[in-house]
């Protein structure tokens, strides 16, 4: 039998079919059809898209490991990491902040509490072309009569109870929490108060300004470096963990215990400000007057930022010297930055160290201010394209000014920030802080820094805290 002529080619020619090895001798290189060159140019193809794929993931994303993807700054450490737990755990800054707040409020009971008045920026960064920073305040003397509410009897099963004995007001920054939670927040309610429940029950370390404050107000049971549980205040949080934010807020009218606003910012050389509460306000009025002074042929760092300083403590002496009333009281400030780019500047504080009203039940007690108070959270940011923009909670009108002017003129330097301050207070008396480890606390800034994709953060040393990022 013999072969078909279709297999056999004549003598000297050339086989062109696609299915011919390169190589004679009838061996295959990958031993079908299916190899040669259009399997290598596929593979290679698919390299090559693999590739641009991880490395525009990494452009946008970052590196996980080495870029941080948000961070948290206040004046405690195991508050800085509740609030970067919450952010790791898929939580947005609201969440965050909360979680921080709340810390704060049994840390450091001297500075603020579950009744503290406060003050907060909240900035999408990334919908900034169509969305100004929100601005929100609760509490102090500005406070309509009856703002907060009682609580009502439409509210959630258990509400009622968790408003207060006698169905009075419930504490205002829990109230303003829980209004920021409904509207911002993304993880469960519970979850942002179990941190705060849970150092409450366990115990914390008493920190040496905190007994300080505690013997001047002749308060027992707290010395320095020694455990202290807070049981009551750890069954209150508890039970608001049964309901979920809006079903407080519905009980709590929740929507007449904060004032919301949208304000333009101020414009301060280069920089855009923005500054909320009493503190806020001030701060950002003498930024704007020292920012726009004309430094030419000032070449030293430090000289600029000594004249900088130099200048807003001056703006700050004659606002105190021209005002009814200035702003007093106590404050704990956080600053949080979330992998969205969100920001959220919150200060809460007191009228006086421990609030100035007797004890709620044992589990927090009442403040009644009845002038403003020292709360400074502020934005700024750079009027350049991709500049930088700093996220500060800041306890005092002294502490931003200073802080930031200070942070500006030496580009952003973490040391910039620990410079000595002076105190501006009532009719413009400039008074330095206190040194002494028994001495009243002084206001701290707490701040993050972001530029492009890179975050720094910081927490004051006067404050005693430690930033968290991851």
């Avoid at 206040?74 to 970067?84: D, Q, V």
């Avoid at 509490?139 to 408003?163: N, T």
């Avoid at 519970?190 to 115990?203: K, T």
Wanted: include cysteine.
């Amino acid at each position: 039998m013999s072969a078909s002529p279709e297999l056999h080619a004549p003598p000297g020619a050339v086989e062109l079919r696609e299915d011919v090895p390169l190589k004679g001798g009838g061996a295959r290189l990958c031993g079908s059809g299916a190899g040669g060159p259009r399997a290598v140019l596929a593979a290679f193809g698919a390299l090559s898209l693999a590739v641009t794929v991880a490395l525009l993931t990494q452009i946008h994303y970052g590196d996980y490991q080495v870029v941080p993807h948000g961070s948290v700054s206040t004046s405690a450490a195991p508050c800085s990491a509740a609030g970067a737990d919450a952010l790791r755990r898929g939580g947005r800054a609201v969440d965050a902040a909360v979680a921080a707040a709340l810390c704060l409020a049994v840390l450091a009971p001297h500075r603020t509490s579950l009744d503290a008045s406060g003050a907060m920026i909240y900035w999408e960064y990334r919908s900034s072309r169509s969305q100004l920073p929100v601005q929100a305040e609760w509490g102090g003397p500005e406070e309509a009569a009856g703002a907060a509410g009682a609580a009502g009897a439409a509210g959630a099963a258990g509400a009622a109870g968790a408003a207060g004995a006698g169905g009075a007001r419930p504490p205002r920054l829990v109230a303003a929490l829980a209004a920021l939670h409904a509207r911002y927040g993304a993880l469960p309610w519970g979850d942002a108060l179990r941190p705060a429940a849970e150092l409450a029950r366990v115990g914390y370390a008493v920190s040496v300004r905190l007994a300080a404050a505690a013997a001047a107000r002749g308060l027992p049971g707290y010395l320095p470096a020694a455990p202290r549980a807070e049981p009551a205040l750890a069954d209150y949080l508890d039970s608001l963990r049964h309901n979920t934010s809006s079903e407080l807020c519905a009980a709590w009218s929740c929507s007449r215990a904060v004032r919301w606003a949208e304000r333009a910012a101020a414009r301060a050389g280069g920089w855009r400000v923005w500054g909320a509460g009493a503190g806020g306000a001030a701060g950002a009025a003498a930024l704007q007057a020292a920012l726009g002074a004309n430094l030419t042929g000032v070449d030293a760092v430090l000289q600029r930022v000594t004249l900088w300083v130099r200048s807003v403590v001056s703006s700050l002496q004659r606002q105190a010297a021209g005002a009814a009333r200035w702003p007093g009281g106590v404050a704990a400030g956080l600053a949080v930055v979330d992998p969205r780019d969100t920001y959220v500047a919150l200060v809460s504080g007191l009228s006086t160290a421990f609030g100035s009203a007797a004890s709620e039940g044992g589990a927090w007690a009442r403040d009644e201010p009845d002038a403003p108070l020292q709360l400074a959270p502020a934005v700024l940011a750079e009027e350049r394209v991709c500049g930088a923009r700093y996220v500060l909670g800041a306890e005092s009108a002294a502490a931003l000014a200073q802080g930031a002017a200070a942070l500006l003129r030496a580009g952003g330097g973490a040391a910039a920030a620990e410079r000595a301050r002076l105190l501006v207070g009532a009719g413009g008396r400039a008074l330095p802080e206190p040194t002494a480890p028994d001495a009243p606390q002084p206001a701290a800034l707490n701040w993050v820094r972001q530029s492009g994709d890179a975050l720094l953060s910081h927490a004051d040393s006067r404050g005693g805290g430690v930033a968290s990022r991851f």
